[in-house]
């Protein structure tokens, strides 16, 4: 099953809608298909999708084909890391754990206990 190459939606649109957004909170991006962006077909994530159910995702980051190290160091790494390593958080469970709750920030106070 290939979605890349057409604008018809996955089975499981609403999950990786969901799990999309969860990825846009951490860097800002527009989550959406990638026929939004340009049509593919036989792609990774859609071979990984249609055969094995795998959320695959592709972020697309920089602003040019090729970036050089400095610029990815400086900047696309900086953007994108908390968004990749939530992704990292949910792989096994990326259908149902974007759906929350969540603890994005966590505070510890001095105290004692009992």
Known sequence: MAVGWTNTNA????QL?????????????TPQKSYALYATSGTTQDHAYGVFGVAGYCFEMGTSFFQ???TF????????FRALFYAAKVVRTPYITPLGPDAVNLALSAGTTP
């Open 17 to 29: 809608q969901t799990l999309g957004r969860k990825f846009a909170f951490f860097n800002n991006h």
């Open 11 to 14: 089975p499981n649109y609403t």
């Open 68 to 70: 050089s190290c400095s």
């Open 73 to 80: 160091e400086s900047t696309i790494y900086p953007a994108n």
